[in-house]
């Protein structure tokens, strides 16, 4: 019975031990990705930067094509940046889904209770019966973003 204790003690501190490493290694990714986004900004800042003394020299000079260049890139760094932006969004989203499909984890956890003679089935929450719709957005999203490149092309 002791031994019993002991390993259930050792158990316990160690599922602790687990929670706690991975609030870390959550905090941790939250900081990579606000690092790398400031990262991001920093390299955006500098070349908005550099496209507004340009801009301000061809308004100086009243050179209509150097403005009309300068706008331009302008407003691509502009797209650019929306672009960087929805991606991020999107992989955000995409890295929190579960891989794993909870059928399965429900099955193997069923699995594993029936082995051991458990009544697990009570414990597990069921899945919804209704489908998110997810992939429309995308396919709109996409949509939105394939017309507004053609308009772009169109213009330059």
């Not at 259930?8 to 790398?36: C, F, G, P, T, W």
């Not at 801009?55 to 691509?76: A, I, R, V």
């Not at 797209?79 to 099955?107: I, K, R, Y």
């Amino acid at each position: 019975m002791d031994g019993a204790r002991i390993y259930a003690e050792n158990a316990i501190r160690k599922r602790s031990e687990q929670m706690n490493y991975l609030r870390l290694s959550s905090r941790l990714d939250a900081v990579v990705s606000r690092l790398d986004t400031q990262a991001k900004m920093t390299t955006i800042s500098k070349s908005m930067g550099s496209i507004v003394k340009s801009l301000e020299s061809s308004l100086g000079t009243g050179n209509l094509q150097k403005m009309s260049e300068t706008m331009d890139q302008f407003e691509k760094q502009f797209v650019n940046m929306e672009v960087q932006a929805e991606f991020m969004e999107s992989s955000m989203a995409g890295s929190t889904s579960l891989s794993t499909p909870e059928g399965d984890v429900n099955s193997l956890m069923q699995q594993v209770a029936d082995d051991y003679g458990l009544e697990v089935s009570v414990g597990l929450p069921q899945a919804a019966g209704h489908a998110i719709p997810g992939k429309v957005t995308e396919k709109v999203a996409e949509d939105d973003l394939s017309k507004r490149l053609a308009e772009l092309k169109a213009r330059g």
